[in-house]
């Protein structure tokens, strides 16, 4: 029971420091929403929250697809710091003979950002804490995240439970 007040904390803290540090107001804020899977697709994860000027923050959901694990799903949240809105990404170049063929750009713009996910974890009859941190890009709807996860408890026989990194992809809509 401690861990929910700790991760509940946590989340409002959050919440409070990302709407204080630029004066922004409630009522200026942008909502998006996201789904994501890793690229093994054994978890699908659902975001919903605001952002402001260069932060995102909310709460997301994580179902677990694959039977064999002892969780099924986690909660938590995620803070999103923007670092680069004007990156480019090189397209062209990394596949330069289909590239010519389909007349692909040479780069496309892409918004580049720093990730921290904060997750509560039930499974076999105990709740763990999962950590996450890592770098993502937002190329118009696309979103692409490189994140290493920290399990409390360590490695598991799990393998969606292990501390590792994890490859990310999925969709991202502003309203």
Known sequence: MCKVWISFAVAIMCMVLCSTVHGQVPG?????TSVLTDIRTDRMEGRAGYRMDGWAVGALATWYTNEETGAEWSLGSYAKLFVDPNATLPVSDLVPVIG???NLPDS???NGYLIGKFELLPYEDEIDLA????????IGPV???WVYNVIESGDSDIPQLDSKSTLWIGLCKRF
């Open 28 to 32: 200026s804020l942008e909502w998006e």
């Open 100 to 102: 010519d063929w389909l």
């Open 108 to 110: 496309i713009q892409a």
């Open 131 to 138: 950590l996450s941190g890592g770098v993502g890009a937002e």
């Open 143 to 145: 979103i692409v995240e």
